[in-house]
């Protein structure tokens, strides 16, 4: 019996593997078909040509040469690669593009299965849960915290001007929006804009955060070996950091559930339950479906752990390439700054109101400028449900492909071949209107687009205004111009420094 059924065992796991090496077959047959950079490696592919080295001068030869599509290759691995409006809209505006790509499994330990990872029937239900924590009046209740948190940055800034020193623009920055996502998603004072440098082997959730968004990053453009989970946890001299900063987190978000899970229990035994939420962590804690049933531990931990990571590093990453901008181009500048001095003209106070974010009309035009230019998020990948053509060939069922927005917003088919220039006046509505509307996608589109876009764009347009309401910017001499690189988001590979001139207001 033993025999006949290890030669069953035997047999199933073969037929698997001849499943497995005929829909891989079919997948390299068809992605043959389209056009590809030359030079590939048989084994190493494109990997040895540093298609995502800094600066991004691959990316951007290859838009030139593919301007529609072309297949990467990642190791032995291929990766269709949409960088036009005509090949993209297709996908993320139908079921074919619902499902993440196996890339996003890299995120699994720390963010398990949260908005940004899951599919299906259990993503709809996250989402349609989750939607009422961005509307419009609850964004609303958010100013004051941006408030509130710019001034601490501020007042670090009169020191640095007052002491001669620039301002290391993405440390103050990812501080800054750190402390915001703490407060207005877990309504945490972690006074983390205040706290002295870590030692030595200390960590914190910020730090945790970065180490944990370079190593997904070495994984996914690095050693393709390194994206299978088992051969990262044998070989990976970077899996004990890993496995230390994921607990971290987790540790610290386990840590403010149970605590608001405590008092709102109390507050349920001394009869004033709450009835409405106060920021995100109570929309998961009281969200309930048609017959009941609220979200299980787990999946509040993922959420709480994806909103951390996710409301933090784009708004950073964004508004360090927003300030450099400013300091490099002081006419665009200053025009921002005679806006906000309108805007404010005939009150006691620089604090900006959420009425006041629709006035910043050219702040808007800068910052989707600057968006354009840096695309935070670069590698939105999918995995095809159904066949789906680009330009005559046929991909099949199972297909990773990735969508490359820094390249989209830089394909001089679409922009034009002025693309390298910062020029806001692309966004003007007579200019916009001439542009499919996927042309720019800094939050994605369709169903899977961004839930957290409108908390971000405010969140950057304010903390723009305020800081230049206060301060003019130029940048500190010496310093070499900055180099984009990918770490999960685009960011400078090294600090940028801004000279800081207070206002005489």
Not at 44 to 62: E, I, R, V
Not at 89 to 100: A, D, E, F, N, R
Not at 187 to 211: F, I, R, V, W, Y
Request: proline content about 8%; charged content about 20%.
């Amino acid at each position: 019996m033993w025999v006949v059924l290890s030669v069953c065992l035997v047999a199933v796991l073969l037929l698997k593997l001849a499943l497995i090496v005929h829909d891989t077959v079919k997948i390299w047959r068809a992605v043959n078909k389209l056009p590809s950079p030359p030079g590939a490696h048989w084994l190493a592919g494109h990997t040895n040509q540093g298609p995502y080295d800094p600066g991004f001068q691959w990316l951007l030869d290859t838009v030139a040469a593919f301007p529609r599509a072309y297949t990467l290759w990642n190791g032995p691995v291929p990766m269709p690669t949409l960088v036009h409006p005509d090949t993209i809209k297709p996908l993320l505006t139908s079921p074919t593009g619902s499902v993440k790509s196996p890339l996003y499994l890299l995120f699994d330990d720390w963010i398990g299965k949260g908005l940004a990872l899951s599919d299906g029937a259990l993503w709809k239900r996250h989402r349609r849960l989750l939607t009422g924590s961005f509307h419009f009046d609850v964004l609303k209740t958010y100013v004051p915290v941006y408030n509130e948190c710019v001034e601490v940055l501020l007042g670090k800034m009169v020191k640095l001007a007052a002491e001669g020193k620039p301002m290391q623009v993405e440390h103050e920055l990812g501080q800054c929006t750190f402390d915001i996502i703490l407060r207005t998603a877990c309504s945490h004072h972690s006074n983390c804009q205040l706290k002295e440098p870590l030692k030595d082997g200390e960590m914190d959730l910020l730090s945790a955060t970065n180490t944990m968004t370079r190593i997904v990053t070495s994984r996914m453009v690095g050693n393709p070996l390194y994206i299978n989970p088992w051969m990262f946890r044998l070989f990976s001299p970077q899996y004990p950091a890993w496995e230390r900063a994921v607990g971290y987190a987790h540790k610290v978000g386990d840590g403010l559930i149970s605590k608001r899970k405590e008092e709102l229990k109390k507050k349920m035994e001394d009869g004033d339950p709450l009835t409405s939420p106060r920021d995100f962590l109570d929309t998961l804690l009281l969200a309930r479906d048609e017959d009941g049933v609220s979200l299980s531990e787990k999946e509040i931990a993922d959420e709480v752990n994806t909103f951390l990571f996710g409301g933090h590093d784009t708004t950073s990453s964004t508004m360090t390439w927003v300030l450099y901008a400013m300091a490099k181009y002081p006419e665009h500048q200053t025009r921002v700054r005679e806006e906000v001095d309108e805007l404010l003209a005939d009150r006691d106070s620089d604090w900006i109101t959420s009425n006041d974010l629709s006035s910043l009309e050219y702040t808007s035009l800068v910052i989707k400028e600057v968006i354009r230019m840096y695309s935070p998020v670069m590698l939105p990948s999918r995995s095809l449900t159904a066949p789906y053509d680009v330009d005559g060939i046929t991909l099949p069922v199972g297909t990773t492909v990735a969508i490359n927005l820094y390249q989209l917003h830089h394909n001089p088919t679409v922009w034009g071949h002025d693309h390298m220039e910062f020029n806001p006046a692309r966004f003007l509505p007579g200019n916009l209107a001439a542009l499919d509307p996927f042309a720019y996608l800094p939050f994605s589109a369709g169903p899977r687009n961004c839930i957290g876009q409108q908390f971000a764009y405010n969140q950057v347009r304010f903390l723009t205004a305020r800081i230049l309401k206060r301060f003019r910017l130029s940048l500190a001499k010496g310093e070499p111009e900055p180099v984009p690189c990918l770490t999960i988001v685009v960011r400078p590979v090294q600090e940028i420094l801004l000279n800081l001139e207070p206002r005489n207001l």
